[in-house]
């Protein structure tokens, strides 16, 4: 019988549900993945393109190879396909993709303006300053090797003029890495009308930084 990756599917599911409720997505807006391991090579699990969250179902998660061609599912992939698979090709470490276009991170990709370490957790799950890839249309092959770029090895890129890309380990931690997107990003917004937030000092970030690469299997620097 044909695998159906049900549990993987219905994870990238609860995960659409969460972001919804959270608030970090409107209308169609936003996608989710997962990376499923096969003996056979990788696939990943994500989110059908232009279905609205209030009427998202499991049918409405699609499983794709890394060339976007359909293995379960009849639906068409998220537009932001190719920046998926570009992510989980790069970082064998990243085992799940969460885009959105929350309010305050898109402030700040709009602004063009990247964010500094200003808050310990965001060193320590993000990897540090949140920086803004420059801009590419969406969907296209441009703006997936653009965000790779700007991620580097952390877990959390602004896409210019658009939104934000969060990675994990697996599918909780990138919804968690999103949700602190936002939160750094109302931070920031709100310290700027206080006269600008400060900077956490280089040597807590350099300790801080250590702990988020030893988690994500990078090794000392
Ligand atoms: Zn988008």
Do not use: C, W
Request: charged share 25%; hydrophobic share 45%.
């Amino acid at each position: 019988m044909k695998q159906e990756f049900e549990d993987e599917r219905r994870e990238v599911l609860s995960a659409v549900e969460r972001i919804a409720d959270a608030g970090l997505v409107a209308g169609s807006s936003g996608n989710v993945s997962r990376r499923i391991t096969t003996p056979d090579g990788d696939l990943i699990a994500i989110t059908a393109s232009s279905v609205p969250y209030h009427r998202f179902t499991l049918a409405d998660v699609l499983v794709v190879d890394f060339d976007i061609e359909p293995v379960v599912g009849d639906g068409i992939p998220s537009s932001e396909s190719l920046t998926h698979v570009a992510m989980y090709r790069e970082r064998p470490d990243v085992g799940a993709v969460v885009h959105t276009h929350s309010l305050h991170a898109s402030a700040f990709a709009v602004a063009g303006k990247p964010i500094p370490a200003v808050l310990d957790e965001q060193v320590v799950i993000l990897g540090g300053a949140i920086e803004v890839a420059a801009y590419a249309s969406s969907a296209s092959e441009e703006l997936a090797r653009r965000a790779v770029e700007a991620l580097g090895e952390r877990a959390a890129v602004l896409l210019r003029q658009h939104g934000v890309v969060g990675v994990g380990r697996q599918l909780e931690e990138a919804v968690a890495v999103v949700e602190l997107v936002e939160r750094v990003a109302q931070v920031q917004a709100l310290a700027g009308m206080l006269g600008g937030a400060v900077e956490l000092p280089a040597e807590v970030v350099a300790r801080e930084r250590q702990v988020y690469r030893m988690l994500h299997g990078f090794g000392p620097e």
